[in-house]
């Protein structure tokens, strides 16, 4: 029997099960696959609502290539993103660290619920919270400076604090979250590994150093490969938090899509700048995925 | 033989798969009477609710069978997604640069001939020829129907704060500052605090056409001699507009987060006592009033629309921007869709755009015109609050304050000139004003800013 029949029976053998993934497929292949394929056929042409579409071949790229607008977007995704990729690795890292030190139940318990609630607020709620923290006369962070006797900042009119901002707010959101998923992989630390250190003698610090932090990285390495792929996607922050002061540093690639498709309507071009990401995505993912799974 | 064990899964996969687009046609099938798809942001009912009583009540005024789908928030998102996927409208509002950056998709209908041949549209004691020959296109054709009076944006101010602290109407920029500087230094609302601020702005400098126009200096971009665009608030005339906003700033009369602030936030300082002016459209000056006597009826709140400084450019303030309804090129439903387009500026239509629908936003009572509970909370606004009929006359009277400031922007208002770079002008203008008004850069400086930012996205030549 050759080896193609031998594939034919085994999927006959199973076609009840391929017939109940035919939906799910189905499903992934309209509403994703789908398209993904017609926004690069639309941006090789000069799309028209209505009317004949011409093709214009690269046309869509090469403007991108040529507009200080692309670049610039580029620019701020890639400072932004990086930022956000480590940050949201490592500081939850350090937190959940920290919470597994604390012995009261009941604190420990109050502190994940205090760390993870930002998490579950829209980014609505969220930019508009952090607006009204950072403006110059009623927000916190400036009656605290005037408490102390320092002057009043007006932070989201500073293109010099716009990136920080976001990329702190970003953390602020998320850091919950993901400390969530350290605790979780350090519930299933092997209690003995703790033991035989402490008989060693070892404190607490080299506990977490040699015991705790080789055990996360399995997380991490989830972690930092789901942050990646995110990193270019970024547009709800941005959207909600963005003014025109600031938008030179915090303009992202997806926002310049919105605001090139949707609002000028040139949706040819703004197909090109989204097959771009999609392939600037799957590079960086793929690099990093290799990367990930043989250094970390 | 295949067991049932194994057949019968396989065979309700199969079938489900197999009925489901069957069910779909047979849902479609039913269908008699076409049914126009209505896009629109403005018109229509004012929650989910009421969405098919306003479609229902357009049916019974017009016989053509209607589906609104409003969308308030993110409608031109919504909108371009639409318009991209072929979904099938009939009608789509939209407002002047909207249309301007599909103007190339070649994607309207004409509807000069309809408009000529309508008996309400046609008639200049509803809407005046110059008002079509203001939105004709450069082939002589007609592609939008207006949807209401647009009236303008102007200074609107606390009369009762005014009328306290003994100011009177200000007539230049400097009467301007006092009275601001009052509002922010004088304890307008008697409190003892001080707690007050002059002048509320957002977006930056939404909508202070009326200071900049002391100057001449519309909003947007206008057309030198030789046709090119330029955009009249990055040219040096308006540097001294810059220097008091920059005042206002540092004497902190002017509210410090208007870089941020959204409509709602600078609606919410002048209506809660904190500011004592804002810059804001004419009909907003009866709805301050309407709100805050709802909601506070002993407040002696009194808003009230102002005339704008005097300088050496005049007077002038924004005439607001049309929003128009369109028929798209590829509708089935063109001349039922026009029907309900000529409907909107009839008398019946404009009850509905105003007062609503009938048995739930108003009542007839001997012959009478009674708003229920459900239209009072309504405002009298289903799209079109101010119609643009010139006939019509709202049976219940305009909002105190309204017709005033509605005269004011008659007189004074000129509508800015609609190009595809409406955002752009925002996106520069906004930004190097910010730095202007905060400080950071002069006003020469930031002059230069906006004029190589507009060289390097291609507005300037």
């Known amino acids: 029997m050759n080896r193609r029949t031998k594939t034919l029976q085994r999927i006959f053998r199973a076609r009840i099960l391929y017939l109940l993934l035919l939906p799910a497929l189905l499903y992934f292949f309209i509403f994703a696959y789908f398209p993904t394929i017609d926004g690069v056929r639309i941006s090789f042409l000069d799309f028209r609502f209505i009317g004949e579409n011409r093709f214009i071949g690269f046309e869509n790229y090469r403007q991108a290539m040529h507009t200080a607008g692309f670049w610039q977007a580029f620019k701020n995704t890639v400072v932004i993103g990086l930022c956000n990729v480590i940050l949201t690795a490592f500081v939850p890292m350090l937190l959940a660290l920290l919470l597994n030190e604390v012995r009261r139940k009941a604190w420990k318990r109050i502190s994940q619920t205090v760390l993870y609630m930002p998490h579950l607020f829209s980014w609505v709620i969220v930019g508009g919270i952090w607006i009204f923290m950072l403006s110059p006369n009623a927000g916190l962070v400036n009656v605290i400076r005037d408490f102390f006797g320092l002057e009043s900042i007006y932070f989201m009119s500073k293109e010099a604090y716009a990136r920080a901002i976001m990329i702190g707010v970003n953390l602020w959101k998320q850091a919950g979250f993901v400390t969530i998923l350290y605790l979780a992989a350090i519930a299933g630390i092997n209690p003995e590994l703790y033991l035989a250190a402490m008989i060693d003698g070892a404190g607490g610090f080299k506990r977490a150093l040699y015991i705790t932090l080789p055990e996360l990285m399995s997380t991490l390495r989830v972690v930092l490969l789901l942050n990646i792929m995110g990193a270019l996607r970024m547009f709800n922050q941005i959207w909600v938090m963005r003014n025109e002061v600031i938008a030179p540093k915090i303009d992202v690639l997806m926002y310049y899509v919105y605001e090139r498709g949707l609002v000028q309507f040139k949706i040819g071009y703004a197909a090109a700048i989204s097959v771009l990401i999609f392939v600037l995505t799957l590079v960086i993912t793929l690099i990093s995925n290799r990367f990930i799974k043989y250094r970390v | ?461």
Not at chain 2, 110 to 126: A, M, R, Y
Not at chain 2, 172 to 197: C, H, M, S, V
Not at chain 2, 354 to 375: A, F, P, Q, R, S
């Open chain 2, 1 to 461: 033989m295949p067991s049932m064990r194994k057949t019968f899964p396989i065979g309700l996969v199969v079938l489900l798969l197999l009925l489901t687009p069957l069910f779909l046609c047979a849902e479609g099938a039913q269908e008699e009477k076409p049914t126009l798809i209505w896009m629109t942001g403005v018109q229509g009912g004012r929650e989910p609710a009421e969405i098919p009583l306003f479609d229902a009540e357009v049916e019974r005024l017009t016989g053509v069978k209607v589906k609104t789908v409003k969308t308030t928030d993110d409608y031109y998102t919504k909108l371009s997604a639409m318009l991209a996927t072929g979904e099938p409208l009939d009608i789509v509002y939209m407002n002047a640069g909207q249309f301007e950056n599909l103007w190339d998709q070649r994607l309207f209908e004409p509807l000069t001939e309809w408009i000529e041949n309508s008996p309400v549209l046609s008639d200049p004691e509803v809407i005046p020829q110059s008002e079509w020959d203001r939105i004709r296109r450069e082939d002589g054709e007609i592609y939008g129907v207006f949807n209401k009076f647009e009236q303008g944006t102007m200074p609107i101010a606390r009369k009762d704060w005014m009328d306290k602290l003994g100011y009177g109407n200000p007539q230049d920029l400097d009467e301007y500052y006092q009275l601001l500087r009052a509002f922010k230094t004088e304890d307008p609302d008697g409190n003892g605090l001080d707690d007050t601020w002059g002048l509320a702005l957002g977006y930056t400098t939404y909508d202070t056409t009326g200071m900049f126009g002391a100057y001449g200096l519309m909003k947007g971009f206008e057309k030198d001699a030789a046709g090119n665009l330029y955009a009249p608030w990055a040219t040096e005339e308006a540097i001294p507009v810059y220097e008091w906003f920059r005042r206002l700033y540092k004497e902190g009369i002017l509210e410090p987060n208007f870089i941020t602030n959204k409509s709602s936030n600078f609606r919410d300082l002048f209506m809660t006592d904190k500011a004592g002016m804002t810059c804001y459209w004419a009909a907003w000056v009866g709805l301050f009033n309407q709100q805050v006597k709802a909601e506070r009826p002993d407040s002696p709140f009194q808003a009230v629309g102002l005339v704008p400084p005097k300088g050496p450019g005049g007077r002038l303030l924004r005439a607001g921007g049309d929003g128009l309804m369109v028929i798209p090129k590829y509708s089935e439903h063109k001349e039922e869709a026009f029907k309900v387009i000529e409907f909107w500026h009839s008398y019946e239509g404009n009850v509905l755009s105003t007062l609503g629908i009938l048995n739930h936003d108003y009542t007839m009572e001997g012959g009478k015109y009674v708003l229920t509970e459900v239209g009072k909370a309504h405002a009298m606004d289903h799209g079109a609050p101010q119609p643009k009929s010139l006939k019509w006359v709202n049976p219940f009277g305009e909002a105190e304050g309204f017709d005033e400031a509605a005269a004011i922007v008659r007189e004074y208002g000129r509508p800015e000139l609609v190009t595809p770079y409406g955002k752009i002008w925002e996106k520069v203008v906004r930004s190097e004003a910010a730095k202007i008004i905060l400080g950071d850069i002069s006003p020469e400086e930031g002059i230069a800013n906006m004029v190589r930012r507009f060289k390097e996205e291609g507005v300037y030549k």
